[in-house]
């Protein structure tokens, strides 16, 4: 008995098997071949991104606008996992209360108290961001 070869699938004239299409071999074909909705990272950068020097949003407020509400502890998920180097204005998100998030003896709390200060907001006595006053309203 022969087998039967299925006539809707072409066949490599060389092995005779099905002629499916190699793998993608970068991250750009592998971006063609999904869907072109972006990621949640790539929502919540794309968010970062627009929020203008010498403003803050709160985390919560980034994950509204990024279409994930009550989604405040993803953001910080996100941010957690940027690279070093990014271009991301990472220090433009705080907390609820106009405070930095990272643990105060930090290098990275002092980093964003600075990248902020040279922005030119001011802190209160106790640390925190008047949100009234430097609060991003898109």
Request: proline residues 9%; hydrophobic residues 35%.
């Amino acid at each position: 008995m022969r087998a039967r070869i299925s006539t809707s699938t072409p066949l490599d004239v060389a092995t005779g098997c099905e002629n499916n299409p190699p793998p993608p071999a970068t991250v750009a074909e592998v971006n063609k071949t999904k869907s072109e909705e972006p990621t949640i990272a790539e929502q919540v950068w794309q968010v970062i991104a627009l929020i203008p020097k010498g403003r803050v949003a709160t985390y919560g407020q980034v994950a509204e606008l990024a279409g994930l509400p009550g989604g405040a502890r993803r953001v910080g998920k996100v941010l957690s996992q940027l690279p070093s180097g990014t271009r991301i204005p990472w220090h433009r998100v705080v907390n609820a209360s106009g405070g930095i998030s990272l643990p105060e003896a930090s290098g990275g709390y002092v980093r964003q108290q600075t990248r902020l200060k040279k922005e030119g907001i001011v802190f209160s006595a106790s640390g925190r961001i008047p949100l009234r006053k430097y609060r991003w309203q898109p």
